[in-house]
């Protein structure tokens, strides 16, 4: 099928290399146990011809031995020498018995080199196959670990080391496609999550500090407040010059900056509680999901004066979203526009991108040039005094990272705030 490779195995390729050097080593023992006959030929030509010393015994007892040149195939020189498959035997010779004593086939016939040289041919016919097999053995092995074993496993040694020294800023990189190579990878995938893991967990960390630096920031205000009202009190109520009604005032202010300070803190727990929130997303019905929401804010609306208009522009029959972070989110991003609002608030849903996003857009006077410059801050400047918007925005952008996506802010022309929800599906 097309698009489908089929994995290499480190099977496949040892039995690849070993059939190749099975292929290298019969090749070269041919070539050699040919070129040795034909050396052989060389050193000894091919007459048709061999020396037969034969030992005569006469019928009174005398001995005699000599020494016939015979053509192979004359058999009618010396018919009862040769028998029918052309081989020599014993046999009578014109009424004398004879023996063959031994059978020169040419060599015998040349010289002292060339006898040394054709024992030698003979010689590397049967040693140099056996030389060549055990060269191609090792040949084969220590080419197969140096290519197929070698590199993979320096990869992965290496991997190791950098790992131990906590150092994930490196990449396993291996292009092998056996068992090996996947198992790179594999380390390189192992990789890429323990160091996104530790990117996610250097970035809490930051923004747990960026958290404790904004809130001690914040709570300056209302405890320099506090600390000048009852410092002011004291130092006049032993005067005996304060009155009713500028005390009842003081006391007044003392008392917003302290709903401040309790609201700071309510946020605070409420921030630290949200990594405890598991996301789940499930399918969720678009028509039911518009009907909640319609439901849910048209009566704070109608309380308020406000007209409450919800758009949906998704066609998909359902979403894949944890439902219960959205209508959290919600509540914090509509409230602020309730109370913004002029007259009208707009939500509307849609796909952008294969995200999830709902809009939400008031006609009131927009978010303060602070709160847009200061958006991608861990906590969300206020955009007014008494911390309204700030701590709403910084939960809802928390959820909305959490569920895989993110928060916008945004003004409109002529006027008008524009907060729009990103739910990562």
Same mark, same amino acid.
């Given at each position: 099928?097309?698009?489908?490779?089929?994995?290499?195995?480190?099977?496949?390729?040892?039995?690849?290399?070993?059939?190749?050097?099975?292929?290298?080593?019969?090749?070269?023992?041919?070539?050699?146990?040919?070129?040795?006959?034909?050396?052989?030929?060389?050193?000894?030509?091919?007459?048709?011809?061999?020396?037969?010393?034969?030992?005569?015994?006469?019928?009174?007892?005398?001995?005699?031995?000599?020494?016939?040149?015979?053509?192979?195939?004359?058999?009618?020189?010396?018919?009862?020498?040769?028998?029918?498959?052309?081989?020599?035997?014993?046999?009578?010779?014109?009424?004398?018995?004879?023996?063959?004593?031994?059978?020169?086939?040419?060599?015998?016939?040349?010289?002292?080199?060339?006898?040394?040289?054709?024992?030698?041919?003979?010689?590397?016919?049967?040693?140099?196959?056996?030389?060549?097999?055990?060269?191609?053995?090792?040949?084969?092995?220590?080419?197969?670990?140096?290519?197929?074993?070698?590199?993979?496993?320096?990869?992965?040694?290496?991997?190791?080391?950098?790992?131990?020294?906590?150092?994930?800023?490196?990449?396993?990189?291996?292009?092998?496609?056996?068992?090996?190579?996947?198992?790179?990878?594999?380390?390189?995938?192992?990789?890429?999550?323990?160091?996104?893991?530790?990117?996610?967990?250097?970035?809490?960390?930051?923004?747990?500090?960026?958290?404790?630096?904004?809130?001690?920031?914040?709570?300056?205000?209302?405890?320099?407040?506090?600390?000048?009202?009852?410092?002011?009190?004291?130092?006049?109520?032993?005067?005996?010059?304060?009155?009713?009604?500028?005390?009842?005032?003081?006391?007044?202010?003392?008392?917003?900056?302290? #709903? !401040? $300070?309790?609201?700071?803190?309510?946020?605070? &727990?409420?921030?630290?509680?949200?990594? /405890?929130?598991?996301?789940?997303? *499930?399918?969720?019905?678009?028509?039911?999901?518009?009907?909640?929401?319609?439901?849910?804010?048209?009566?704070?609306?109608?309380?308020?004066?406000?007209?409450?208009?919800?758009?949906?522009?998704?066609?998909?029959?359902?979403?894949?979203?944890?439902?219960?972070?959205?209508?959290?989110?919600?509540?914090?991003?509509?409230?602020?526009?309730?109370?913004?609002?002029?007259?009208?608030?707009?939500?509307?849903?849609?796909?952008?991108?294969?995200?999830?996003?709902?809009?939400?857009?008031?006609?009131?006077?927009?978010?303060?040039?602070?709160?847009?410059?200061?958006?991608?801050?861990?906590?969300?400047?206020?955009?007014?005094?008494?911390?309204?918007?700030?701590?709403?925005?910084?939960? #809802? !952008? $928390?959820?909305?990272?959490?569920?895989?996506? &993110?928060?916008?802010?945004?003004?409109? /022309?002529?006027?008008?705030?524009? *907060?729009?929800?990103?739910?990562?599906?």
């Amino acid at each position: 099928m097309e698009g489908i490779k089929r994995r290499k195995t480190l099977k496949m390729e040892f039995f690849a290399a070993v059939s190749a050097t099975l292929l290298v080593v019969a090749a070269c023992s041919a070539v050699t146990v040919w070129g040795c006959l034909r050396f052989q030929q060389w050193l000894v030509p091919a007459d048709h011809s061999v020396m037969v010393c034969i030992d005569y015994a006469y019928p009174d007892g005398r001995k005699e031995g000599i020494a016939l040149r015979c053509v192979i195939d004359g058999k009618e020189v010396i018919p009862n020498i040769l028998r029918e498959d052309g081989r020599l035997d014993s046999g009578s010779f014109c009424g004398t018995t004879l023996s063959v004593k031994s059978v020169d086939y040419g060599i015998g016939r040349r010289g002292p080199r060339r006898k040394i040289a054709y024992q030698a041919s003979a010689v590397c016919m049967a040693l140099f196959p056996v030389l060549y097999a055990v060269a191609g053995i090792f040949l084969c092995a220590r080419r197969f670990y140096q290519k197929k074993l070698s590199p993979p496993i320096l990869a992965l040694e290496d991997a190791a080391g950098h790992i131990s020294r906590q150092d994930l800023d490196f990449t396993v990189s291996c292009e092998a496609e056996n068992e090996l190579g996947q198992l790179c990878r594999s380390f390189e995938q192992m990789r890429q999550a323990l160091y996104e893991n530790d990117r996610e967990l250097w970035k809490m960390l930051e923004e747990r500090k960026m958290i404790q630096a904004s809130i001690a920031h914040d709570l300056r205000n209302p405890i320099t407040i506090i600390e000048g009202y009852a410092e002011y009190l004291m130092l006049h109520l032993q005067k005996g010059d304060l009155s009713s009604e500028k005390t009842a005032g003081m006391v007044d202010n003392i008392a917003k900056a302290a #709903g !401040r $300070l309790e609201q700071y803190t309510e946020s605070v &727990r409420t921030i630290g509680q949200l990594d /405890d929130i598991e996301i789940e997303r *499930t399918e969720v019905s678009v028509q039911q999901l518009i009907s909640d929401i319609t439901g849910d804010f048209s009566l704070i609306a109608s309380e308020r004066n406000i007209k409450l208009r919800v758009e949906n522009r998704i066609r998909k029959e359902t979403v894949r979203i944890d439902a219960s972070v959205l209508y959290r989110v919600l509540e914090n991003i509509v409230s602020n526009s309730f109370r913004y609002a002029k007259e009208t608030i707009v939500i509307s849903a849609a796909l952008e991108n294969g995200c999830f996003a709902v809009t939400v857009t008031d006609d009131g006077d927009g978010y303060p040039e602070t709160v847009l410059k200061g958006q991608n801050r861990m906590l969300l400047p206020a955009a007014d005094e008494n911390g309204h918007c700030g701590m709403g925005l910084t939960i #809802g !952008r $928390l959820l909305c990272r959490k569920h895989g996506g &993110r928060l916008e802010l945004s003004n409109r /022309d002529p006027h008008g705030a524009v *907060t729009k929800i990103i739910f990562g599906i």
